[in-house]
Nanobody
């Protein structure tokens, strides 16, 4: 069974840091583009950061640029989100999503994690 498990969330003071992990089981992450999403209470889900299969290309939403860094270790089948200078508005459930196209029909396969709570104290 394909699964992603996030960990590393918690309560952090303003300006603090957390590192989220997203570990895959049942499949190899190196074939997948990874996106970190977050969803705050009462708000729509937001894409925060993404990383290419090789890890050579990354992108972040403007609100986290310079503070969040995504990386991956394909040998460990794990992706990370390093979050620095955290703000109360970063409070949300953070999810990782692995996606890829495959086959001649370019079917799309997607795997979601269950999420991890990040709470920035105000």
């Amino acid at each position: 069974q394909l699964a992603l498990v996030e960990s590393g969330g918690g309560l952090v003071q303003p300006g603090g840091s957390l590192r989220l992990s997203c570990a895959a089981s049942g499949f190899n992450l190196d074939a997948y583009l990874i996106v970190w999403f977050r969803q705050a209470p009462g708000k729509e889900r937001e894409g925060v950061s993404c990383i290419s299969r090789s890890g050579q290309s990354t992108n972040e939403v403007d609100s986290v640029k310079g503070r969040f860094t995504v990386s991956r270790d394909n040998a460990k089948n794990t992706v990370y989100l390093q979050m620095n200078s955290l703000k109360p508005e970063d409070t949300a459930i953070y999810y990782c999503d692995a996606g890829r196209y495959y086959g001649c029909a370019r079917d799309y396969q997607e795997v979601w994690g269950q999420g991890t709570q990040v709470t920035g104290a105000s």
